[in-house]
Nanobody, 127 residues
Framework: HVQLVESGGGSVQSGGSLRLSCAAS??????????MAWFRQAPGEEREGVAA????????IYADSVKGRFTISKDNNKYTLYLQMDNLKPDDTAMYYC???????????????????WGQGTQVTVS
């Protein structure tokens, strides 16, 4: 079965950087042909799409709130998804989740219900 395991969260000061990783296993579809995304959820808030990517070379999509600061990428050899987060702000504080959609029926989107598989999350705190 598909497993997604996030890592890399932590506590940083405003303006700092973190890199999140999401290791995927149990895939029946080639890693380079699935849609993957990062979502985040702050306490009392709805889950928000942050960034999504299909295959290497394709143009990722980002939420307006993170454009220019966050970069999503995939390493197909390591079956790992990354989120490089720079110039972090207190508003970025949330639990960050990795998600995968093996079909990508509706293309690259930041809509939680389009993603079938989810990791357990990693906490990011910016002070």
């Amino acid at each position: 079965h598909v497993q997604l395991v996030e890592s890399g969260g932590g506590s940083v000061q405003s303006g700092g950087s973190l890199r999140l990783s999401c290791a995927a296993s149990g895939l029946s579809t080639a890693f380079n042909s699935i849609c993957m995304a990062w979502f985040r959820q702050a306490p009392g808030e709805e889950r928000e799409g942050v960034a999504a990517i299909y295959t290497e070379g394709d143009t990722p999509i980002y939420a307006d709130s993170v454009k220019g600061r966050f970069t999503i990428s995939k390493d197909n050899n390591k079956y790992t998804l990354y989120l490089q987060m720079d110039n972090l702000k207190p508003d970025d504080t949330a639990m960050y989740y990795c998600a995968a959609d093996l079909v990508c029926a509706n293309g690259l989107v930041l809509i939680a219900k389009e993603y079938t598989f989810w990791g357990q999350g990693t906490q990011v705190t910016v002070s």
